[in-house]
């Protein structure tokens, strides 16, 4: 899988997404939204509706095999997104197949504790999460670390709604590096 997604189930976290996305784009990353349904159509946990880039099947026709760390698979939290996000087999399977391969996977809320937690070798991997959803991580020898933001190899991980901005700003370090990240964040005024 070659590009920057952001994948969007029913119940997603409208702040963890589209600040994510926003920040991205000041960073110069064509990311792109997906809809985990046939319906470019998704409404937010706090009911917001948003039109995704791509529907589904527009996103699994456009498949490029091969993936590198600049390569990022994005979930955001909320519920029930997470837990919509994390019940798709299919996009599981992907998504392990993008880590395996070389690809980055960046969650933050709880996807890392529903979505990230289904990743093969997690064995010592720092993360970070929405309390109550370290467990799974746990679980799979994950280390927890409750900061804002973390980046180790290619995982990313963000606490919660309030973190967004920091987490965007892993991105933009893994795939466009340091100095595109901290212009992005001077121009923030944060």
């Not at 937010?44 to 996103?59: C, K, L, N, S």
């Not at 919509?84 to 399977?93: I, K, P, Q, S, T």
């Not at 997690?122 to 670390?145: H, M, Q, R, V």
């Amino acid at each position: 899988m070659k590009g920057v997604f952001v994948f969007l189930a029913d119940g997603f976290e409208e702040i963890e997404a589209l600040a994510t996305v926003d920040i991205l784009r000041r960073g110069g990353i064509d990311v792109k939204t997906v809809s985990i349904s046939h319906d470019r159509t998704v409404r937010g946990a706090h009911g917001i509706p948003v039109v995704a880039d791509w529907p589904r099947d527009e996103f699994d026709g456009c498949q490029i095999p091969g993936s590198g760390p600049e390569d990022v698979m994005i979930f955001p939290g909320g519920m029930p997104g997470a837990k919509n996000l994390a019940e798709d087999f299919y996009l599981m399977e992907q998504m392990r197949e993008h880590f395996t391969n070389g690809g980055t996977v960046a969650a933050i809320c709880a996807a890392p504790g529903l979505v990230a937690s289904q990743l093969p070798n997690l064995e010592g991997k720092k993360f970070t999460c929405y309390d109550g959803f370290e467990e799974a991580l746990l679980n799979e020898g994950a280390e927890y670390t409750g900061e804002p933001a973390v980046t180790d190899g290619n995982l990313i991980t963000g606490r919660g709604p309030g973190c967004a901005v920091r987490f965007a700003l892993e991105i933009i370090r893994k795939v466009k590096g340091n100095e595109v990240a901290e212009k992005v964040f001077a121009g923030l005024l944060a």
